[in-house]
């Protein structure tokens, strides 16, 4: 593999959530980071539950690698006792995954409207009653929830939780060490009001995960996977990593794309081109290069 | 056909954009308009302009119906010199024709970002450039421009006004009977500052348009044909209508509905349905029915 032209602390806040990249299987994906000097990966539930969590926990604590979030919990606006018991169940499974992993963080997605229900304010009302009931389960296990806002299109059929500023009403009525936000540059890159809820979330204490992807048109049906690669598209990536610095997050920059035509590729390839991406697109020209001052 | 379960007042403020049926020719639109009862219609430019303005006006007024709209002009987020005098152009014709066919209110779509530009908030200042170039013009026609927020999922490549707020904050640096915005339940639907932008745009006499479609899902590829009939999705569309209402807006609720599946039945039946469901899904089942008082 060509040298890359980026120094390993370029890549010090960078993680690979491992969707981005999902051709490559656990071990290839531990393997290909240790290859390319990335220390941090995201992980998803279903390729966890196959290898086992416990099995992947030890891979990757092998490999030197670090689990920045298990994506994902929620899907909590079910209004059936049965559906909404079994939902909150398959919260504490996941908080149980996320414990084993080690990774402070577990994703959230709220979830959509019921068939036939119109009343959004009612469905975000059920997610904070559940997150009401989650919340301590969380704090057990050391583990934080994160609420992650989807753009306005996945209203319906996903997230009911459309802005940052809905997900800190929601966060704000809990603890900051239980509750949190996640910033994606995907879902939020459209928002006039998102400097102002960056800033809201990090003097709070709330900013639980920084994700990325870039915004690329057409969308395809269905929506959901038409992410694009890091600098192929019109967000400004480089002034919302900014946004979240000047917030006071300092934890991790994880890139999340799903895109058929990167699934399509080399999995190794792909996960260096977006370090490089990142290197490009993310990181300040001026700061990145900079060592850090001597003492 | 069959008779229409409705009375003549249920469908006084009814509007029928022409996009909604666009099978129909303009004078089987204005046919069936006087066959269902429907007295408002909402045009778009190029088929008034394949029929020719004036022939148009003639017709409708012919044929007893209002024109409640033209759409649409807009598209003033360019760059170059030459791109943007084509804009201004442009909309100064579209404004000639909102004129000729007697509507009060024509409709913009402000444009979308330009290709490599990610400076969202730049464009929307050339936005308001473009409006004080125009809203001149505007006045001497009659007509008033009327900025329509579009989804989100459009912020790139159509419209780079996405919120009811963003609109206000654009429509108020002019007079109101020169710039108002466009209440659209397609693209506010999910928005939780909704309601208060309603009322504030009630408030400054800025409700140029009410428009309506259902949101359903799956999007189609490019997600601009995947609007649904009204009661088909999840809009609460009878709630935003009272909002619009108790805004005080009196004016038309125009239903503008681009799907694909419409346009391929029968057009006359699609406006009875429309109709229909306008009534079903839209009205205030207690206030629609009942007479006026008398004096």
Redesign the interface.
Known sequence: MTPLPHTPSDLARFSINQQTVKQLTLPRLADACGTLGITQVGLWREPVRRYGPRAAARLLRDAGLTVTSLCRGGFLTATTPAERRRALDDNRAALDEAATLGTPTLVLVAGG?PDG?????AA?ERVADALAELCEAAADRGVRLAIEPL???F???RCVV??LA?ALDLAERFPAGQVGVVVDTYHL????QAPAQIARAGRGGRIAAFQLAD?V???????LLGRGQLGD????LR?LRALVDAAGYRGPAEVEIFNPDLWARDGTRVLAETAERYVQHVLDPNAARNPPPRA
Chains 1, 2 share one sequence.
């Open positions: 409207l229900d119109r009343d959004l304010a975000r753009h306005p299109m209203a319906s059929d459309s802005t809905q890159w459209w928002d006039d915004w048109t057409p969308l395809p049906e269905g929506a598209g019109c967000v400004d002034g």
